[in-house]
């Protein structure tokens, strides 16, 4: 018989695993590693679940441990596994430019440095503030805004946004 803790993350992990697994597809590449990653950082949330204490906290908490997990992963010289194959993507009938720029996008996040890479998927994917990503990485604002910056001039010299503009900068800041 479960307790309230189990049912309550059971019920959590039911709801947003597959929001988890595509930011860390984000992260990742995608694959086996997004995977990984997700499972290891759901690990790590249910072995915290008592510290967490809001069900709303979880996704946050496991978010966080996610992208720790893989900056952490990034550090070390050997990265295990290695997919031997990868699944191709089955696209909707008129998506095909979406998901060639989807892949093109993954393509070069994946070439990013994962500190870079984790920035802009908080950024832009979870929408987080530069004080909230600065809070999940443990570095300042001003890291998080030079990482975005390296990060967009990548995506930029890929074709994959576009330059900015004084007229684009006023409207956005």
Partial sequence: MRDGRDEAFTAFMDARYRSLLRTATLLTGGGAKAEDLTQEALLRTYRAWHRIGRIEAAEAYTRTTMVRLLVKDRRRRWHGEIPAEQLPEIPLPGSEDQLVTGVAVREVLRELPA???????LRYYHQLSEKE??????????????????????LRDAGLVLPATPERSAAHG
């Avoid at 990503?133 to 990548?154: H, N």
């Fill in 115 to 121: 500190a870079q890479r984790a920035v802009l998927v």
């Fill in 133 to 154: 990503i600065a809070g999940v990485l443990g570095c300042s604002p001003g890291t998080v805004k030079s990482r975005a910056a390296r990060g967009l001039a990548a």
